[in-house]
């Protein structure tokens, strides 16, 4: 279950509040990934960074916001923009290249109270 | 945009017996279709692949099977355990350079001793 890692696991947050979430890697991978995860609906990519200080957007973007400062890491932060941010929020990352298997973090359980 | 459906939504099976999920997906040019096991509070893991230079996949009790001409795959397993207990989850990476993946809405699968 090593190399990737998420914290906190549970988060709690007031309406109107900034939270950031952190996922760090020791894996040595280049590309990494958030997804959210709903009840019903699978997982659904918010953003992808394929290399250091780059980063593109996926299906859901809205609202959240991400940096790539260094290889290692790929911090996720709920805006207070996001409109329905309760979820369950997974990190991955794989070596580069098509088709590459994305290792998962443990997950972070997001709640707005 | 591209989707991937996966049916059933729920799946129940007496140990032993047989169990198969179903997935279509839409691009024409997806070439790699993971699936992923997530057993309660945890996180996905691979633990399948097949990509479109093969038509069926085995490894042990699990098996994959593709069909490119009607865009869908298949996953199949036999000799069920109470431990296959678990939401899985279809996938299907995207043509175009970067390593995204579509996931279907997952299947949770309870196998009855």
């Known amino acids: 279950d090593g190399g990737i890692t998420q914290s906190p696991k549970y988060l709690f947050r007031k309406e109107g509040q900034n939270v950031t979430l952190s996922c760090e890697q020791n894996l040595n991978h280049d590309a990494m990934y958030w997804y959210r995860q709903d009840p019903g609906q699978g997982l659904r990519l918010i953003y992808y960074?394929?290399?250091?200080?780059?980063?593109q957007k996926g299906d859901i973007a809205e609202g959240y916001s991400v940096s790539r400062e260094k290889k290692e890491s790929f911090p996720l932060t709920v805006t207070s923009a996001q409109k329905n941010p309760t979820a369950f929020y997974l990190c991955?990352?794989?070596?580069?290249?098509?088709?590459?298997?994305?290792?998962f973090g443990p997950g972070t359980r997001l709640t707005v109270l | 945009g591209e989707n991937v459906e996966q049916h059933p939504s729920t799946l129940s099976v007496q140990e032993g017996d047989s169990a198969v999920i179903k997935c279509t997906y839409s691009d024409s040019a997806s070439n790699y279709f993971p699936w992923y096991k997530q057993e309660l509070g945890k996180r996905p893991q691979l633990i399948i692949d097949?990509?479109?230079?093969?038509g069926e996949k085995k490894d042990q009790r699990i098996a994959v099977t593709l069909n490119k001409t009607a865009k869908h795959f298949s996953l199949h397993i036999t000799e069920t355990q109470p431990e296959d207990s678990a939401v899985y989850f279809c996938?299907?990476?995207?043509?175009?350079?970067?390593?995204?993946?579509?996931f279907g809405a997952g299947t949770r699968l309870a196998v009855h001793p």
């Open positions: 097949i990509r479109s230079n093969v």
């Open positions: 960074s394929q290399i250091v200080n780059d980063f």
């Open positions: 996938a299907a990476l995207l043509s175009g350079g970067y390593n995204k993946l579509i």
């Open positions: 991955a990352s794989s070596t580069t290249g098509y088709g590459n298997e994305q290792f």
